[in-house]
């Protein structure tokens, strides 16, 4: 993983310090419960216990390898930043308070600052390995809703729709799903968050899944509504008001771009139509090794778009009592718009 770039960008800070998993998985392309990696301008450590170290010194490349135990954590890490001759130490803030304060006690002979923005907007911006795992677990999941589907009928759970869905991810090549899989049929569309119950499938209720596939460490992330039947006019229109703000935001967002805007672009279509309260969420956000990271594309961001980024299109109508339509895309930020990497189509009658 190249690291020039933090350096770069933060040109006062002689190494880095990564302790959140998803920060160090990132980094080394390896998932431990417990651990440590060093960045500095020319050497990279990563630090772990016994339980880790013959996988270690096997996969994590470019890499030292160095062992410890939980007493001794913290100060194996001040003894290797004290080797690489560290002054001013950048570091990730996802810790709990006594992990902090354990932290700041050991590296108290170093200049700590506060780096897990630089960490988050690095992340942010995806190589071209990163995007081609993000699109095999898109490509992935689209299959299992493809196959799952096949199987939705009147008078199936929730519960069990979900477990198609997500038997169907695991046998088509994901490590294990992005999130709980979303499955919500009729009224239950109208909670974004919705939990899967053992509310049956009637006739001519709506159906939304938003559901991901992990690969290689990186998520995907789509969302798409059915009807099994016909939804009625209300509902009808509503899907048609979404799928038109979502096009109409895919083919105007493009890099340098404020996340503001391109939420905006949805916003206020939807809101021209009459539906402006019923849209309460951001318009997406960032994926990679976590379903919601940097950037966060929403009426409160004002974080320029850049190329590489990957951002979901996700505008939702929400009606409490009758239901609520979401539908979501994945999208590669490029210069002069974006490319659409969710292929699986819109048909709202099934």
Partial sequence: MVTVDLFENNPKIDAFVVLDESNRFYFTHFETSFGAVVIS??????????????????KVHDFDIVITNYAEFYAKIAEVLTKLGAKTVGYGEKMYIDEFQAF??????????????????????KTEEEISFIKTAQQIAEGALKRAMS?????MTERELMAEINYEMVIGGAEKYSFETITAFGENAAQPHHHPSDKKLDKN?????????????????????????????????VYNIVKNAQEYAIKNIKAGMTCHDADALAREYITSHGYGDNFGHSFGHGV?????????VGSNSHTVLQ????ITAEPGIYIAGLGGVRIEDMLVVKEDGV????????????
């Fill in 41 to 58: 301008k020319d050497s990279n450590v990563f630090i772990t216990d016994f339980r880790y170290e013959s996988e270690a010194r096997e």
């Fill in 104 to 125: 700041k006690t050991a590296l108290a002979g170093f200049k700590l600052k506060p780096s897990e923005a630089a960490i988050q907007a690095k992340r942010a911006v």
């Fill in 151 to 155: 199987h939705a009928k009147a008078g």
């Fill in 205 to 237: 209720e709506l159906i939304l899944v938003d559901m991901g596939a992990k690969y290689n460490g990186y998520c995907s992330d789509m969302t798409r509504t059915f009807c099994l039947g016909n939804p009625g006019q209300q509902l009808t229109e």
């Fill in 288 to 296: 990679g090794v976590d379903i919601h990271e940097e950037p966060r």
């Fill in 307 to 310: 190329p590489n980024m990957i």
């Fill in 339 to 350: 490319v659409n990497i969710t292929s699986y189509d819109k048909k709202l009658c099934i």
